[in-house]
Nanobody, 126 residues
Framework: QVQLVESGGGLVQPGDSLRLSCAAS????????MGWFRQAPGKEREFVAA????????YYAGSVKGRFTISRDNAKNTVYLQMNNLKPEDTAVYYC???????????????????WGQGTQVTVSS
């Protein structure tokens, strides 16, 4: 039982940076694996990054590896996505997701996550 609220999206130019936040309510947040997904108009929801409950394991889509960093602060019930060197193809609605299980091999699938936020729009354009 967790509620997720994303924030931090906006309109930026190519090469700029944004830091997305996902605030979670619920005492069990620290036991949840977390993920970020994104969805552009007309496309399927796409895996971006995931992090284990302790933060010791992180995974990234090849398209964002080296540019994006996922992190979490369990004391603040918050997960972050630092996005650097943004490109136009990063434009999408970004969703935070929580998995009510240890992070496993199916972490790239949106269907494995139990809770979702409403999303925050990221637009990269000149």
């Amino acid at each position: 039982q967790v509620q997720l609220v994303e924030s931090g999206g906006g309109l930026v130019q190519p090469g700029d940076s944004l830091r997305l936040s996902c605030a979670a309510s619920g005492r069990t947040f620290s036991t949840y694996a977390m993920g970020w997904f994104r969805q552009a108009p007309g496309k399927e929801r796409e895996f971006v990054a995931a992090i284990s409950w302790s933060g010791s394991l992180t995974y990234y889509a090849g398209s964002v590896k080296g540019r994006f960093t996922i992190s979490r602060d369990n004391a603040k019930n918050t997960v972050y996505l630092q996005m650097n060197n943004l490109k136009p193809e990063d434009t999408a609605v970004y969703y935070c997701a929580a998995e009510r299980a240890p992070l496993g091999r199916r972490y790239t699938s949106a269907y494995e996550y139990d809770y979702w936020g409403q999303g925050t729009q990221v637009t990269v354009s000149s």
